[in-house]
């Protein structure tokens, strides 16, 4: 019997989800938001036009992966590459979105139990960037529900960069570089990820076949999604559409046997 529908999901989301098996959904979701600019020009706007409506994409799709009871959201929001390849007024102006939207949505991340944290280098960005992120992560922290991370000024390589430079800090805080064990447990301890979950289904809109450096060591077994979908018109229900397609791939994780998410989790 499949479980009772979450409150607050619009008629076209229930109806997805009345077609799932909640007991399979992923527990950890990533994505690389891409496509806003194409999006913009596609109406003859300016990129920045296509940003702003990113923002909405984001509300939408965070809700809905509250609401289901997803318990990990991972949002790549700004590479590193970004801020070197990117014209400046661009930059600063995904800043002060950024900014802006931190507050305007701080009554929807409790209204949803949503816990904020960020990833990546962002104690490189602007001062006052970084303290509307510290407040963000500290009015969020006893929300228990989905925690939402999002990657900022974040590399794949650079965080295994930072990786091995924490392993090699911890060990010598620990006595010494013969303390340093090294294997793939250890390693994943000193992730930027180490808290969330097993990251189960990596999406991508725009249609780009790409890893564009986003969660390289955590997306070795993950289940990889692409929709032509630009990110402005991502949502909810292209969320639960997503979701539809990982229940139907087989996951092997090297073996010949399927296996289930659900019990790969509990194995
Ligand atoms: C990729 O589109 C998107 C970004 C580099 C920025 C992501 C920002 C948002 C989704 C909106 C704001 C989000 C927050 C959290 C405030 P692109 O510009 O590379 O698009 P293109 O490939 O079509 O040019």
Known sequence: MRASIPAGLSHKEAELYSRLDPARFPRHIAIIMDGNGR???????PRIAGHRSGVFAVRNTVQCASRIGIPAMTLYAFSVENWLRRPKTEVSFLMGLL???????????????????FIGR?????????????????????????????????????EIVDAVKSMINAARR??????????????????????LPELDLLIR?????????????????????????????FSGVK?????????????????IESIHPATVHSA
């Open 174 to 195: 620990n006595g010494g570089l013969n303390h340093l064990d090294i294997n793939e447990e250890s390693i994943d301890q000193h992730m930027y990820t180490s808290q």
């Open 205 to 233: 809109t725009s249609g780009e076949m790409r890893l564009s450096n986003f969660l390289l060591w955590q997306a070795a077994y993950s289940e990889i999604y692409v929709t032509e979908t630009l990110w402005p018109d």
């Open 99 to 117: 900014r802006r939207y931190l507050k305007i949505e701080m009554s929807s991340f409790h209204e949803n139990n949503v816990r904020v944290q």
């Open 39 to 45: 999006w913009a020009k596609r109406r003859h706007l």
């Open 122 to 158: 962002w104690r490189e960005l602007p001062v006052e960037v970084q303290e509307r992120m510290d407040w963000a992560i500290e009015e969020t922290a006893n929300n228990t529900g989905l925690t939402l991370t999002f990657a900022i000024n974040y590399g794949g390589r650079s």
């Open 239 to 255: 969320l639960l559409e997503a979701i539809a397609e990982f229940q139907k791939r087989e996951r092997r994780f090297g073996g």
